[in-house]
């Protein structure tokens, strides 16, 4: 969205591609991406006035179809083979999501794009990323984000807020840390996912991550 109030940035979309390029670039690293929806529609702000909380996941779930296909063009347009699976049957559009398709295109290398969330309503796409990082076995979960990793204390309301370098999936669930929603850090937790939350907004931060520089927050079973 960029500094817009609806819709899509031509100019962040591909910022974002440029760094998803960086780390294609590195050669070896097979990565899969999930798309989130709130900047063309948030179906938990549209249930909280009253529409019902199914249509309205529903529509986000196609918003985040919206913004895969954009990516999926602005990668393409820079010579990155890309997929875009959904969750929510649309073959005129993409392909639908089926784990061994999917696995086989990381294995050739191709970036691929899971749309569409879980496909059911009631989950968000966090929950949806740790679902899909559980499926393709991958190694980390990365959550790039607007904030640099995860406080005591929401940063914008607290200026004393205090950073976390490192955190248990426990104690982000037991302190009600929203950096994640819960079913997601559950998830995560139940299945032993590494997270690595830091900002998208610093360019090379992906690389560096996937280079195994410490940025951000690290979630995992420290307990």
Not at 21 to 28: A, K, N, P
Not at 83 to 100: D, F, G, K, S
Not at 124 to 150: F, P, W
Not at 171 to 183: G, K, P
Request: glycine share 10%; net charge negative.
């Amino acid at each position: 969205m960029g500094s817009q109030s609806f819709g899509i940035s031509p100019d962040v979309m591909g910022y974002v591609a440029d760094e998803v390029i960086s780390v294609v670039e590195l050669g070896g690293v097979e990565l899969a991406i999930v798309v989130g929806g709130g900047n063309i529609f948030r179906g938990v702000a549209a249930s909280s006035y009253g529409m019902d909380r199914v249509s309205a996941d529903h529509m986000g779930m196609l918003a985040t179809v919206i913004n895969s296909l954009a990516l999926q063009d602005a990668l393409e347009n820079k010579g990155v083979h890309t997929r875009v699976q959904t969750a929510i049957n649309m073959h005129e559009v993409a392909e639908p999501y089926i784990l061994r398709k999917a696995v086989r295109h990381l294995e050739k290398g191709r970036v691929v794009i899971f749309a569409a969330g879980s496909g059911n309503p009631y989950f968000t796409t966090d929950t949806a990323a740790v679902l899909r990082a559980q499926e393709i076995h991958a190694d980390i979960l990365l959550k790039a984000t607007k904030v640099n990793g995860v406080y005591d204390s929401d940063p914008v309301i607290n200026k004393d807020a205090c950073f976390i370098k490192e955190i248990g999936y426990r104690q982000v669930l037991e302190r009600q840390l929203h950096i994640m929603d819960m079913t997601a850090i559950s998830l995560a937790m139940d299945n032993n996912l590494p997270i690595n939350v830091f900002s998208m907004g610093d360019s090379g931060n992906i690389k560096k991550v996937i280079c195994g520089e410490r940025i951000g927050t690290r979630i995992f079973g420290i307990e």
